[in-house]
Nanobody, 125 residues
Framework: QVQVVESGGGLVQAGGSLRLSCTAS????????MGWFRQAPGKEREGISC????????YYADSVKGRFTISRDNAESTLYLQMNSLKPEDTAMYYC??????????????????WGQGTQVTVSS
């Protein structure tokens, strides 16, 4: 059974930084592109970053490009998201999942159905 556990969220002031982690089990981690998704209250889930299986290719949504950095440690089956220059609009629940990049529309999407509890990020102004 696939299980992902996100951690590292918290309350931070605008301009601050956080580092999220996601540990996966029940799947061959290095066989999947992995990504981060977020959902704010009243909004649709948004794919914000995706990293290829080997870590050599990354994708970012325009909303986080230049501020967030995704990385992975396949030996530890762990995914990371370094978030810098945080803004109040980054406030959301953050989730990790398998991902893919849709070139035609420039979007990060997923077919994952083993969602974890997520980790809450709150950015105060």
């Amino acid at each position: 059974q696939v299980q992902v556990v996100e951690s590292g969220g918290g309350l931070v002031q605008a301009g601050g930084s956080l580092r999220l982690s996601c540990t996966a089990s029940g799947l061959r981690f290095d066989a999947y592109a992995m990504g981060w998704f977020r959902q704010a209250p009243g909004k649709e889930r948004e794919g914000i970053s995706c990293i290829a299986q080997s870590g050599d290719i990354t994708y970012y949504a325009d909303s986080v490009k230049g501020r967030f950095t995704i990385s992975r440690d396949n030996a530890e089956s762990t995914l990371y998201l370094q978030m810098n220059s945080l803004k109040p609009e980054d406030t959301a629940m953050y989730y990790c999942a398998t991902c893919y990049w849709v070139q035609r529309i420039g979007a990060i999407q997923t077919t994952f159905n083993g969602w974890g509890q997520g980790t809450q990020v709150t950015v105060s102004s």
